[in-house]
Protein backbone atom coordinates (compact mmCIF):
# COMPACT_ATOMS: atom_id res chain seq x y z
CA UNK A 1 0.00 0.00 0.00
CA UNK A 2 2.04 3.01 -1.20
CA UNK A 3 1.59 6.54 0.55
CA UNK A 4 3.08 8.70 3.16
CA UNK A 5 2.87 8.57 6.38
CA UNK A 6 3.16 10.77 9.24
CA UNK A 7 3.79 10.64 12.95
CA UNK A 8 2.87 10.97 15.58
CA UNK A 9 -0.65 12.43 14.65
CA UNK A 10 -1.02 14.72 17.32
CA UNK A 11 2.16 16.03 19.47
CA UNK A 12 2.13 18.04 22.89
CA UNK A 13 5.64 19.95 23.88
CA UNK A 14 6.28 22.47 26.28
CA UNK A 15 7.96 26.05 25.20
CA UNK A 16 11.26 25.62 24.91
CA UNK A 17 11.81 21.98 23.85
CA UNK A 18 12.91 21.16 19.96
CA UNK A 19 10.84 18.50 18.51
CA UNK A 20 10.73 15.88 15.59
CA UNK A 21 8.01 15.07 13.15
CA UNK A 22 8.40 12.42 11.49
CA UNK A 23 7.45 11.93 6.97
CA UNK A 24 7.96 8.15 5.79
CA UNK A 25 6.91 7.31 1.91
CA UNK A 26 6.87 4.38 0.12
CA UNK A 27 6.30 6.11 -3.00
CA UNK A 28 9.54 6.12 -4.48
CA UNK A 29 9.62 10.06 -5.02
CA UNK A 30 12.42 11.86 -5.36
CA UNK A 31 11.17 15.25 -4.01
CA UNK A 32 9.85 15.40 -0.35
CA UNK A 33 8.42 18.57 0.82
CA UNK A 34 7.15 20.30 4.50
CA UNK A 35 4.62 22.86 4.77
CA UNK A 36 2.86 24.74 7.50
CA UNK A 37 -0.65 25.25 7.63
CA UNK A 38 -1.93 27.64 10.25
CA UNK A 39 -6.38 27.79 11.38
CA UNK A 40 -8.34 28.96 8.55
CA UNK A 41 -5.44 29.74 6.21
CA UNK A 42 -3.58 27.64 2.98
CA UNK A 43 -0.09 26.20 3.52
CA UNK A 44 3.38 27.36 3.88
CA UNK A 45 6.59 26.00 2.50
CA UNK A 46 9.04 25.28 5.00
CA UNK A 47 11.46 23.22 3.71
CA UNK A 48 12.66 21.08 0.46
CA UNK A 49 14.43 18.16 -0.99
CA UNK A 50 14.74 17.06 -4.10
CA UNK A 51 17.66 14.52 -3.53
CA UNK A 52 18.97 12.77 -0.74
CA UNK A 53 21.37 14.93 1.36
CA UNK A 54 20.31 17.83 -0.12
CA UNK A 55 17.28 20.32 0.79
CA UNK A 56 16.46 24.19 0.56
CA UNK A 57 14.62 26.24 2.88
CA UNK A 58 11.54 27.52 1.61
CA UNK A 59 9.59 30.76 2.87
CA UNK A 60 9.23 30.29 6.47
CA UNK A 61 12.27 27.69 7.09
CA UNK A 62 13.36 30.29 10.75
CA UNK A 63 12.70 27.98 13.69
CA UNK A 64 13.21 24.81 11.70
CA UNK A 65 15.67 22.38 10.56
CA UNK A 66 15.60 18.83 8.40
CA UNK A 67 17.89 16.48 7.18
CA UNK A 68 17.55 14.15 3.79
CA UNK A 69 19.49 10.68 4.83
CA UNK A 70 17.46 8.21 3.03
CA UNK A 71 15.01 8.45 0.14
CA UNK A 72 12.19 7.57 1.82
CA UNK A 73 12.19 9.75 4.82
CA UNK A 74 12.20 13.63 5.46
CA UNK A 75 11.89 14.62 9.27
CA UNK A 76 11.16 18.23 10.87
CA UNK A 77 12.98 19.36 13.61
CA UNK A 78 10.78 21.89 15.34
CA UNK A 79 13.38 23.82 17.71
CA UNK A 80 13.00 26.52 20.44
CA UNK A 81 13.59 29.07 18.24
CA UNK A 82 10.47 28.76 16.16
CA UNK A 83 8.26 31.48 17.73
CA UNK A 84 5.01 30.42 17.05
CA UNK A 85 5.42 26.31 16.87
CA UNK A 86 1.75 25.79 17.40
CA UNK A 87 0.36 24.73 13.93
CA UNK A 88 -1.15 21.64 11.79
CA UNK A 89 2.21 20.31 9.65
CA UNK A 90 2.11 18.48 6.50
CA UNK A 91 4.75 16.43 4.65
CA UNK A 92 4.23 16.16 0.98
CA UNK A 93 6.31 14.47 -1.62
CA UNK A 94 6.36 14.28 -5.54
CA UNK A 95 8.34 13.05 -8.80
CA UNK A 96 10.94 15.25 -10.47
CA UNK A 97 11.73 13.69 -13.69
CA UNK A 98 9.14 13.87 -16.85
CA UNK A 99 6.78 17.28 -16.47
CA UNK A 100 3.94 16.65 -14.79
CA UNK A 101 4.93 16.84 -10.65
CA UNK A 102 1.60 16.55 -9.31
CA UNK A 103 2.15 16.33 -5.16
CA UNK A 104 0.63 13.85 -2.76
CA UNK A 105 0.44 14.50 1.12
CA UNK A 106 0.24 12.98 4.12
CA UNK A 107 -2.36 13.25 6.79
CA UNK A 108 -0.39 15.66 8.94
CA UNK A 109 0.65 15.85 12.49
CA UNK A 110 -1.02 18.68 14.80
CA UNK A 111 1.57 20.33 17.44
CA UNK A 112 0.65 22.05 20.61
CA UNK A 113 3.27 23.64 22.39
CA UNK A 114 2.37 25.46 25.83
CA UNK B 1 6.80 36.81 -5.82
CA UNK B 2 3.39 34.77 -6.70
CA UNK B 3 0.54 35.06 -4.78
CA UNK B 4 -2.55 32.51 -4.84
CA UNK B 5 -6.35 34.13 -3.82
CA UNK B 6 -9.50 31.79 -3.58
CA UNK B 7 -13.05 33.53 -3.46
CA UNK B 8 -15.22 32.96 -2.23
CA UNK B 9 -13.67 31.85 1.39
CA UNK B 10 -16.82 30.53 2.27
CA UNK B 11 -19.90 28.82 0.55
CA UNK B 12 -22.97 27.05 1.48
CA UNK B 13 -25.42 26.03 -1.20
CA UNK B 14 -28.20 23.13 -1.19
CA UNK B 15 -27.81 19.83 -2.62
CA UNK B 16 -27.62 19.80 -6.02
CA UNK B 17 -27.03 22.73 -7.24
CA UNK B 18 -23.68 23.27 -9.62
CA UNK B 19 -21.56 25.50 -8.23
CA UNK B 20 -17.91 27.45 -9.33
CA UNK B 21 -14.75 27.82 -7.00
CA UNK B 22 -12.18 30.17 -8.39
CA UNK B 23 -8.68 30.55 -8.13
CA UNK B 24 -6.60 33.59 -9.03
CA UNK B 25 -2.98 34.23 -9.28
CA UNK B 26 -0.46 37.35 -9.81
CA UNK B 27 2.42 35.49 -11.84
CA UNK B 28 1.28 33.78 -15.17
CA UNK B 29 4.75 31.94 -15.77
CA UNK B 30 3.10 28.84 -13.80
CA UNK B 31 4.09 25.43 -14.20
CA UNK B 32 1.53 23.75 -13.36
CA UNK B 33 -1.69 24.25 -10.98
CA UNK B 34 -3.65 21.64 -8.18
CA UNK B 35 -6.84 21.62 -6.90
CA UNK B 36 -6.93 19.72 -3.38
CA UNK B 37 -9.74 18.86 -1.02
CA UNK B 38 -9.15 19.05 2.48
CA UNK B 39 -11.49 17.38 4.95
CA UNK B 40 -11.10 18.83 8.63
CA UNK B 41 -8.48 18.06 11.06
CA UNK B 42 -7.15 15.74 7.55
CA UNK B 43 -4.44 15.72 4.99
CA UNK B 44 -4.81 16.74 1.43
CA UNK B 45 -6.44 14.98 -1.71
CA UNK B 46 -5.29 16.04 -4.80
CA UNK B 47 -8.18 16.21 -7.09
CA UNK B 48 -6.86 17.67 -10.25
CA UNK B 49 -3.54 18.74 -11.67
CA UNK B 50 -3.55 20.91 -14.94
CA UNK B 51 -0.33 21.47 -16.98
CA UNK B 52 0.31 25.04 -18.27
CA UNK B 53 0.09 23.98 -21.77
CA UNK B 54 -3.33 22.32 -20.74
CA UNK B 55 -7.04 24.58 -20.76
CA UNK B 56 -8.97 21.74 -18.55
CA UNK B 57 -9.14 18.18 -16.76
CA UNK B 58 -12.45 16.93 -15.75
CA UNK B 59 -12.62 13.76 -13.33
CA UNK B 60 -16.12 12.76 -12.82
CA UNK B 61 -18.30 15.53 -11.27
CA UNK B 62 -15.40 17.87 -11.80
CA UNK B 63 -13.91 20.28 -13.89
CA UNK B 64 -11.21 22.61 -13.81
CA UNK B 65 -10.09 25.04 -15.88
CA UNK B 66 -7.08 27.24 -16.64
CA UNK B 67 -6.45 30.27 -18.26
CA UNK B 68 -3.16 31.45 -17.73
CA UNK B 69 -2.81 34.85 -19.48
CA UNK B 70 -5.45 36.37 -16.94
CA UNK B 71 -4.45 34.73 -13.47
CA UNK B 72 -7.41 32.41 -12.85
CA UNK B 73 -8.60 28.87 -12.87
CA UNK B 74 -11.97 27.76 -11.58
CA UNK B 75 -13.19 24.42 -10.02
CA UNK B 76 -16.78 23.47 -11.17
CA UNK B 77 -18.77 20.83 -8.87
CA UNK B 78 -21.73 19.42 -10.89
CA UNK B 79 -24.61 18.22 -9.06
CA UNK B 80 -23.31 18.83 -5.60
CA UNK B 81 -23.54 16.39 -2.52
CA UNK B 82 -23.18 16.74 0.89
CA UNK B 83 -19.97 14.75 0.68
CA UNK B 84 -18.73 17.17 -1.22
CA UNK B 85 -18.38 19.59 2.23
CA UNK B 86 -14.89 20.02 2.42
CA UNK B 87 -11.84 22.97 2.24
CA UNK B 88 -11.00 23.06 -1.85
CA UNK B 89 -7.38 24.64 -2.36
CA UNK B 90 -5.94 25.23 -5.36
CA UNK B 91 -1.61 26.11 -5.59
CA UNK B 92 0.48 26.48 -8.62
CA UNK B 93 3.87 25.64 -9.57
CA UNK B 94 6.09 28.41 -10.53
CA UNK B 95 9.43 26.45 -11.66
CA UNK B 96 10.30 23.09 -12.45
CA UNK B 97 11.37 22.54 -8.62
CA UNK B 98 7.56 22.33 -8.12
CA UNK B 99 7.74 24.31 -5.06
CA UNK B 100 3.52 25.03 -4.78
CA UNK B 101 2.16 28.38 -3.66
CA UNK B 102 -1.05 27.46 -1.88
CA UNK B 103 -4.52 30.08 -1.73
CA UNK B 104 -6.52 30.39 1.53
CA UNK B 105 -8.81 28.06 0.23
CA UNK B 106 -13.00 28.06 -0.09
CA UNK B 107 -14.48 26.27 2.86
CA UNK B 108 -17.36 24.88 0.95
CA UNK B 109 -20.95 23.31 2.89
CA UNK B 110 -23.64 21.43 0.62
CA UNK B 111 -26.69 21.45 2.73
CA UNK B 112 -29.24 18.21 2.36
Not at chain 1, 9 to 28: D, M
Not at chain 1, 33 to 61: E, H, M, T
Not at chain 2, 3 to 13: F, K, N, R, Y
Not at chain 2, 32 to 49: C, E, I, M, V
Request: proline share 4%.
Amino acid sequence: DGGITQSPKYLFRKEGQNVTLSCEQNLNHDAMYWYRQDPGQGLRLIYYSQIVNDFQKGDIAEGYSVSREKKESFPLTVTSAQKNPTAFYLCASSMTSGRVYEQYFGPGTRLTVT
Amino acid sequence: KQEVTQIPAALSVPEGENLVLNCSFTDSAIYNLQWFRQDPGKGLTSLLLIQSSQREQTSGRLNASLDKSSGRSTLYIAASQPGDSATYLCAVSSNAGNMLTFGGGTRLMVKP
